[in-house]
Every structure is written in C-alpha cells, then in structure tokens.
C-alpha cells in the first residue's frame, strides 16, 4: 500500500520557476528519500533526509523534513524542461528494507 | 553500463499465460528488490532478497507470483495464469546491504500488458 499522499498531484510551470511538491506520510521513519521517473522508465534516485535532519540541499534541490506533521518538501529551483518528470517520496521505515512510495507528482516544464 | 538492467523492457500476453522476467542487479549489490507500479501510483513493494534468500513477500505476491534468485545475482519474476490485473509496470531494484540508509538503484522496469 501507498504510504502517503503527494500534493500536487499534478503541476505546470514555466522554466525558470521554482516548482515546490508535497509529501505526507503515515508512520515513523528512518529517512526519506525523493526519486525522479521520467516517463515510462525506471525510477532515479535525486536526495535523501534523515529522520534527525530538517532541512538539506543538492544542487539545485532543497528538501525538509517535519516529522511532527509527518510531511516533507521537495522544491527544485530555477526549473530546466529537462526536469519534467514524476517525482515520488519514498520512507525508509526501522526494520524494515523495503521502501514505501507516495503517490507522485507529475511535473511539468513549459519552456 | 553498470547499472541495473531488465529483460524484457516490453511484454504483451494473452490471459493465461506465464510470463518471466529477469532481473540484472549491480555487481557488487547483496540486496534486490520487486516493486509493481500501475499507471499514475507510485511503487508497490512485492518482495526482496539478501543474497539468494527471499527475505520478505508482500501480500499482494499472490501464488501466481513466484521470484527467484538462485545464485545471488540475477533475479527472475514468473507470474503464472497472467490476468488483466497483472498489467502493469514491474520495477528491480538493488542495494547494497552496507548503505544502511536504504537507497536504490532502479533498472528501467519490464512494462507487462495483459490482452
């Protein structure tokens, strides 16, 4: 089952804007991670929080983490229409190994 | 290219026959995972190895789904009596058991359509 939900489901903007996505969860975890797909294809691996940190930064990729309301965003700055795509949270719970997605948000570029 | 590979990337069945997929994980990775995903969710956990053992199934592995990984490398997913149910994307991933943090690295799934 689908950990949570992602807000928007879906989004537009022009390139050059700031998109920022949504992610809720349901249980406590050990860290979260953000994925990107690109249309039909498999899924790659964009940045990881850990249960203990609020706040990290990648490029041009800015995640938090509130673990008190379960939520977490990812905002990608200075948008590319090479960042169109589906981006997906996923939780990394204790005891376990397998990762539990969210719903997705597709994103997309205007040029 | 040393990623995480997949055979078939495209299958188109008729309901009731078995399909098998194949999964290549990194060399070096101990951990393998099978994930489904259906169009417009995210992944669904179906079950994952630590070497040849299959550690833990998802209950929505019917027993129409069997996996394998009999030498601790390559991995093969059979869906038996496919169903229209079925169609979906299958996605492997792998990991290896030192990252304690749980990244993985996802091949670029089988697309399986059942008629």
């Known amino acids: 089952s689908q950990q949570g939900e992602e807000d928007p489901q879906a989004l537009s903007i022009q390139e050059g804007e700031n998109a920022t996505m949504n992610c809720s969860y349901k249980?406590?975890?050990?860290?979260l991670q953000w994925y990107r797909q690109n249309s039909g294809r498999g899924l790659v691996h964009l940045i990881l929080i850990r249960s203990n940190e609020r706040e990290k930064h990648s490029g041009r990729l800015r995640v938090t983490l509130d673990t008190s309301k379960k939520s977490s965003s990812l905002l990608i700055t200075a948008s590319r229409a090479a960042d169109t795509a589906s981006y997906f949270c996923?939780?990394?719970?204790?005891?376990?190994?397998?990762?539990?997605f969210g719903t997705g948000t597709r994103l997309t570029i205007i040029p | 290219d040393t990623g995480v590979s997949q055979n078939p990337r495209h299958k188109i069945t008729k309901r009731g026959q078995n399909v098998t997929f194949r999964c290549d994980p990194i060399s070096e990775h101990n951990r393998l995972y099978w994930y489904r995903q259906t169009l417009g969710q995210g992944p669904e956990f179906l079950t994952y190895f630590q070497n040849e053992a299959q550690l833990e199934k998802s209950r929505l592995l019917s027993d129409r789904f069997s996996a394998e990984r009999p030498k601790g490398s390559f991995s093969t997913l059979e869906i038996q009596r496919t169903e229209q149910g079925d169609s979906a994307m299958y996605l492997c991933?792998?990991?290896?058991?030192?990252?304690?943090?749980?990244?993985?690295?996802f091949g670029p799934g089988t697309r399986l359509l059942v008629l």
């Open positions: 996923a939780t990394f719970g204790f005891g376990n190994e397998k990762l539990t």
């Open positions: 991933a792998s990991s290896f058991r030192g990252s304690a943090d749980g990244t993985q690295y």
């Open positions: 249980t406590s975890i050990n860290n």
